[in-house]
Nanobody, 115 residues
């Protein structure tokens, strides 16, 4: 059974940093591209970042480019999202995803950016 478990969210002041983790199980992480997707209060899902399986190339939404960094540790079966220079508009539930909208999702972790 595929499982994705996010952690690392919390309350942080504007300008602060957080690192989210996504622990994967039930499949070989190295074989799959992985993504982070977020949902702000009262809004729809927004793609944040992806990392490919074979090249580890990365891509980012314009709203987070230069501030967020996605990475993976296949040996630890974990995907990370390093978030720096956080803004109030980054407040959202962050989800780890494999396989797009109809793929596998974690339960999400709340990130709140507020003073």
């Amino acid at each position: 059974e595929v499982q994705l478990v996010e952690s690392g969210g919390g309350l942080v002041q504007p300008g602060g940093s957080l690192r989210l983790s996504c622990a994967a199980s039930g499949f070989t992480l190295s074989n799959y591209a992985m993504s982070w997707v977020r949902q702000a209060p009262g809004k729809g899902l927004e793609w944040v970042s992806s990392i490919r399986s074979n090249t580890d190339s990365t891509s980012y939404a314009d709203s987070v480019k230069g501030r967020f960094a996605i990475s993976r540790d296949n040996a630890k079966k974990t995907v990370y999202l390093q978030m720096n220079s956080l803004k109030p508009e980054d407040t959202a539930v962050y989800y780890c995803n494999r396989g797009g909208p109809r793929g596998s999702w974690g339960q999400g972790t709340q990130v709140t950016v507020s003073s």
